[in-house]
Structures are given as structure tokens and as C-alpha cells.
């Protein structure tokens, strides 16, 4: 079945450092790419997403990069500060359908002051 | 403009139970999604519904079952509890036919006993 596998489970940086999160997908029709933060006992949100159409797409520190060939998609934040502290999820959908989304399986990153 | 609300926030049931989990989507949003998400996991897809029905459905036994509303509300039933159906369950809307940004409400967690 359709599959998205995330690394690393876990990641510890020190402030002001960068922070590389990496997934790759199984569904070859995947053309929709989000990520999401979710904090401790709240809800996953949006921080970025990437359509297929585009290979790279940046805001501010956060900027996510997309190869298609390889169904390999990576999640980078420059400039780490102690409020990035979260869980992260990268996901994969058709863009037909952004509600049905294959999750990854999370990445808990924590920002050393 | 109010987000996605569910209710209950907490529950603890019993083995062989049965629990409704209620979700009040975005305003103009007509498509309600529901996800699992196990402690360490990343959510999983348990199905959809557009405008009254049910649009896709991911990997679940059909004691999971669920409605959506005129107003596009939406119910999560689920019969029979098992021990593992212990989890955050997560309702999110987006506009469209699934094709916007996905907005995930606070969840509710379900301890079964």
C-alpha cells in the first residue's frame, strides 16, 4: 500500500543551527506534499507545502525541496530558535484529494538554547 | 471566522463500548476528513466525507463508521472498542472537494479500558 517513510525519529540541534528532515513516498501519483508541526497536546499544523510542479519553496527560515525521480522530499529550517521545538510530520496526497493524506511517521526535533 | 471544533475533548471507555466523537467543520468548508493518530505515530486516514458522503476510506475495519450533516458537521462512531482503538483522533475540514489547505481541529482522546 502507499507508504511515506521520515527520518530521522529524532533530532537534537543546537540554537542557530539548521535542521534537515527527510521523507520519501511510495504512490508515484503523490503530487502533493505538506508538513506539519504539532506541539504537545495540540493540533498538527501547516507550516509548508510543495505541488509537484515546483521543486523547491521557500518561507522565511523554512524551505522544502521536492524530487519527483527519486520520491524524495525534505523538509530544511535554517536558523533553529527553541520555539521550533516540535514534532514534525511530513505527508503525501494526490492534489485531487489534499484531505486523504499518507503520513509520515514524525520527526521530534529539539532546540538546545 | 471559527476553526474546526471537536467534542469530546477526553472519554475513557470500555472494551466492547461504543463511542461518538463529534467535529464542527470550518466555516465554508464542506469536506471533513478523520485520522487516528496512535502516541508516537503519525495520523492515519480513516475516511472522508463530501457533502453527505462518504468519499474514500482508508484501511479500517467498518466498525468504524461515520455521517456528515446539512451543515457539514460530522460524527465518528465507532463500535465494539478494542484496547488498540486507544488514540487521538483528529477531524480536520478543508474547502472544496478536498482540494484546499487541510485545517485539523484539537482531536479528542479516546482511552479504552
Known amino acids: 500500500g502507499e507508504n511515506v517513510e521520515q527520518h530521522p525519529s529524532t533530532l537534537s540541534v543546537q540554537e542557530g543551527d539548521s535542521a534537515v528532515i527527510k521523507c520519501t513516498y511510495s504512490d508515484s501519483a503523490s503530487n502533493y506534499f505538506p508538513w506539519y508541526k504539532q506541539e504537545l497536546g495540540k493540533r498538527p499544523q501547516l507550516i509548508i507545502d510543495?505541488?509537484?510542479?515546483?521543486g523547491e519553496k521557500k518561507d522565511q527560515r523554512i524551505a522544502v525541496t521536492l524530487n519527483k525521480t527519486a520520491k524524495h522530499f525534505s523538509l530544511h529550517i535554517t536558523e533553529t530558535q527553541p520555539e521550533d521545538s516540535a514534532v514534525y510530520f511530513c505527508a503525501a496526497s494526490r492534489a485531487s484529494n489534499t484531505g486523504k493524506l499518507i503520513f509520515g511517521q514524525g520527526t521530534t526535533l529539539q532546540v538546545k538554547p | 471566522e471559527t476553526g474546526v471544533t471537536q467534542s469530546p475533548t477526553h472519554l475513557i471507555k470500555t472494551r466492547g463500548q461504543q463511542v461518538t466523537l463529534r467535529c464542527s467543520s470550518q466555516?465554508?468548508?464542506?469536506?471533513v476528513s478523520w485520522y487516528q493518530q496512535a502516541l508516537g505515530q503519525g495520523p492515519q486516514f480513516i475516511f472522508q466525507?463530501?457533502?453527505?458522503?462518504?468519499?474514500g476510506r482508508g484501511n479500517f475495519p467498518p466498525r468504524f463508521s461515520g455521517l456528515q450533516f446539512p451543515n457539514y458537521s460530522s460524527e465518528l462512531n465507532v463500535n465494539a472498542l478494542e484496547l488498540d482503538d486507544s488514540a487521538l483522533y483528529l477531524c480536520?475540514?478543508?474547502?472544496?472537494?478536498?482540494?484546499?489547505?487541510?485545517?485539523f481541529g484539537e482531536g479528542s482522546r479516546l482511552t479504552v479500558l
Open positions: 510543495i505541488r509537484s510542479n515546483v
Open positions: 480536520a475540514s478543508s474547502s472544496g472537494r478536498g482540494t484546499g489547505e487541510l485545517f
Open positions: 466555516s465554508g468548508h464542506n469536506t
Open positions: 466525507y463530501y457533502r453527505e458522503e462518504e468519499n
